[in-house]
């Protein structure tokens, strides 16, 4: 939780601090308290909401609160308050359960360690074989996840690959998937828990995808292919189980997600005109990655005649800039059908020609920017040119700092010119890693 992080590197400087929260972020707060070692920081909880509501009763809120805030600010610290350092959980056993198939269904749910579907219980026999899929250690550490910071071991991993379905063979993708989400820049600290109800998903590249039988043609992106549905549903087990990111903690999105149930699939590299993602990112084409990208939400539209679809596909991604915004810190994902692409680069456009097009079509004014509730952070981090923010109020600028925020990926049957649109949150480019390295 960003503002308590705030307050924590605030409190280190020796200045006393008041955290305020309101109300449905008290246990999110005490949460991320803990993980920053400062358990006991003081915050005042308002009423929820408010933002995005009449200004005239913000006043009234805040002036109930102005006692407990001079309070918190001005009071000497208990001896409870002063300590620091990690509230340890207690530790779960080996094993949580025994009993049916439904019992174990519904204790999992019960403990917060399920995505509410059914699950395969973690034996010690289907753990062992699980295992057998990757030639790494079980207790070697792949390093720590996001939210709650807990570590995260190849064994832990192949608990989760277990319940979610997965097949021994899957065990490197589910590893590299592990790594992935393990990795800062994915920013799973924040956007896991968020009230925005971020869902997290991947694809694969290279010849393991082949391997294992993922689906890259019709329906790839639908049901029906076990290594495509149980890996993505391993991802969203993983923030659960790996990460500590459930209902009952760290997680207030506010709707949620259907796309939280998570999913994956492999790109359609041998029907692609063009080169493959991962080696647009410096891998080479033998070796075999994944990609994990989180996003609010998509688009899907199929091609209605106009040319070669690009103009479908702006006409897509400026319907979700009304729904959604953008900023330059984010970007796009579009997924091609290989017979969309096919039509495209017939007409000589290539991935980047593509790309580029998208850029300097999805445009805004200064005027626009200026008055966006994210112009202050462009600025302060240099997102645009400096020189941008004197421009002329009708000068137009794109919408993204540069063409490579816009991916592309090719996956589908070729039985429509379809094309899907993801909104792509920071990193923009997603996070890759080597399946090969698990192997």
Not at 41 to 60: F, G, Q
Not at 91 to 107: A, F, I, Y
Request: aromatic share 10%; net charge negative; glycine share 8%.
């Amino acid at each position: 939780m960003w503002c308590i992080h705030m307050q924590i590197r605030i409190e280190r400087l020796g200045i006393p601090t008041v955290a305020i929260i309101t109300t449905p972020f008290r246990r999110d707060a005490k949460a991320a308290a803990e993980i920053y070692k400062m358990p006991r920081v003081r915050m005042v909880a308002l009423p929820h909401p408010i933002a995005d509501v009449d200004e005239k009763t913000i006043p009234a809120k805040l002036e109930a609160a102005y006692e407990d805030i001079v309070r918190g600010l001005t009071s000497p610290l208990t001896p409870e308050e002063q300590e620091t350092g990690v509230i340890k959980a207690t530790p779960r056993p080996r094993v949580v359960m025994e009993g049916t198939l439904w019992q174990v269904h519904k204790s999992f749910v019960d403990m917060a360690m399920s995505d509410g579907l059914p699950v395969i219980p973690p034996t010690e026999d289907r753990v062992k074989e699980m295992l057998k899929g990757t030639s790494h250690s079980p207790d070697e550490i792949i390093g720590r996840m996001d939210p709650e910071k807990w570590e995260v071991t190849v064994e832990k991993v192949a608990i989760n690959g277990v319940m979610a379905g997965c097949l021994p063979e899957y065990m490197p993708v589910l590893l590299a998937a592990a790594e992935a989400m393990t990795e800062p820049s994915l920013d799973t600290e924040s956007d896991a828990g968020s009230t925005n109800s971020f869902a997290y998903w991947g694809f694969i590249n290279g010849p393991y995808a082949g391997e294992i039988g993922m689906n890259c043609g019709i329906n790839a992106l639908g049901t029906g292919n076990c290594a495509n549905a149980t890996i993505g549903r391993a991802i969203r087990l993983f923030l659960i189980n790996l990460g500590g990111s459930n209902p009952s903690n760290r997680n207030v999105s506010s709707q949620g997600n259907p796309l939280k149930y998570g999913f994956s699939f492999s790109e359609n590299e041998a029907e692609s005109p063009w080169q493959p993602f991962h080696v647009d990112k410096g891998y080479k084409p033998e070796e075999s990655t994944i990609t994990l990208f989180k996003t609010w939400g998509f688009r899907s539209t199929p091609l209605s005649g106009k040319g070669l679809g690009l103009d479908n596909m702006v006409w897509t991604a400026r319907n979700m800039d009304s729904a959604i915004g953008f900023n330059p810190w984010r970007g796009l994902v579009i997924l091609l059908d290989p017979l969309l692409a096919k039509q495209i680069a017939e007409q000589g456009m290539s991935k980047k020609d593509v790309q580029e097009f998208m850029w300097l079509s999805l445009q805004r004014s200064i005027e626009e920017w200026r008055n966006s509730f994210i112009y202050t952070v462009d600025v302060r981090h240099n997102l645009y040119p400096r020189w941008y923010q004197y421009l002329a109020p009708e000068v137009m600028i794109p919408k993204y700092n540069r063409p490579e925020a816009i991916s592309i990926v090719v996956v589908g049957g070729q039985t429509n010119p379809y094309f899907m649109i993801f909104d792509a949150a920071s990193p923009m480019l997603g996070v890759t890693k080597s399946i090969d390295k698990w192997r």
